[in-house]
């Protein structure tokens, strides 16, 4: 048997890019599963914080964060995110930056990892990316964090305790550090097979095309074998 593509994304929470990569790639995937051939596929997903340095509680919107912590325009960011939340939108995604509570992502990257060990990690990356960008949910906060842990299926009083621990910073860290080590400075951004990058938010029809091509590679030896025998 012909072994799975492994896809491994990087990716924050909070970054509006991400979940619009998230999507395009699910239906991407589900594009190519409807082949004769259709690709085997595990995707992992790995944490990657764009703004380490936000405080749990900042005060202002996300323009206001943008503009003064981030030192852009404000004309340039109104014109950034209605630009976002138009791809968002054709991606089947409704953002509503209006909503939208900047925070600190660390504990909701714990979470996740958390998540992958009971293995419902892609549960409540989905879980979190709507809460953040559709709900105006505070994800640097526990109990939100906890009750958002409940909506995918994980146990709430286990959930806390993950949080309350930190014992997945560890995980967390390593993310990051394998991030370094891969030269990835921004997000999202998808490792095929530990060999192949592909960065940023790119179509579902790109994505179908990618994991085909792969699969073929990834069919030759065993064709090659069966020719053999």
């Known amino acids: 048997m012909t072994d799975a593509i492994k896809i491994d994304v990087w990716s924050d929470i909070a970054c509006p890019w991400c979940y619009i990569g998230k999507r395009n790639l699910e239906n991407g995937l589900a594009a190519a599963s409807a082949d004769e051939d259709a690709p085997a596929v595990e995707v992992t997903f790995h944490s990657f914080e764009l703004s380490p340095d936000t405080p749990v509680d900042f005060e202002g919107d996300e323009l206001d964060f943008l503009a003064k912590h981030k030192g852009m325009q404000r004309e340039q960011v109104q014109q950034m995110l209605e630009r976002v939340t138009g791809v968002a939108a054709d991606a089947g995604l409704e953002y509503r930056f209006d909503l939208?509570?900047?925070?600190?992502?660390?504990?909701?990257?714990?979470?996740?990892?958390f998540a992958k060990e009971q293995g419902r990690q892609h549960e409540m990356a989905e879980r979190l990316m709507a809460a953040y960008f559709t709900e105006g949910r505070h994800l640097g906060r526990e109990d939100e964090l906890v009750a958002l842990a409940a909506d995918a299926g994980l146990d709430a009083d286990a959930a806390r305790d993950a949080l309350q621990s930190g014992r997945y910073l560890d995980a967390v860290r390593a993310d990051q550090a394998q991030a370094t080590a891969y030269g990835i400075n921004g997000v999202p951004f998808f490792v095929i097979d530990g060999k192949y990058g592909v960065s940023g938010a790119q179509p579902a029809d790109a994505f179908a095309q990618i994991v085909r091509q792969v699969w073929a590679e990834h069919r030759e030896p065993a064709e090659a074998g069966e020719a053999v025998a």
């Open 100 to 113: 939208l509570k900047h925070t600190n992502t660390v504990k909701a990257h714990e979470l996740l990892h």
